[in-house]
């Protein structure tokens, strides 16, 4: 159990970008048209950077070789 709660960091934040982002993006934006925008940046963009950058993070602190 130890161990999760070392890792648990990094499923946090690759969790936000998945499930809460999305919901955050429907409080604030109302318009369907303006919604789709950072929808697609997120999917295309922002998620797939966010995981490299968290698993360089988690490949650096594990001592992973690349």
């Given at each position: 159990m130890r161990r999760f709660?070392?890792?648990l960091p990094y499923?946090?934040?690759i969790?936000?970008?998945y499930?809460?982002?999305y919901e955050?993006?429907?409080l604030?934006?109302?318009?369907?048209l303006t919604l789709e925008e950072p929808y697609i940046n997120n999917l295309l963009f922002f998620t797939p950077l966010v995981?490299?950058?968290i698993s360089l993070l988690y490949s650096y602190?594990?001592?992973f070789s690349l």
């Open positions: 709660y070392s890792h499923y946090l934040v969790l936000f970008f499930w809460p982002l955050l993006f429907l604030v934006v109302s318009d369907p995981i490299l950058i602190r594990f001592r």
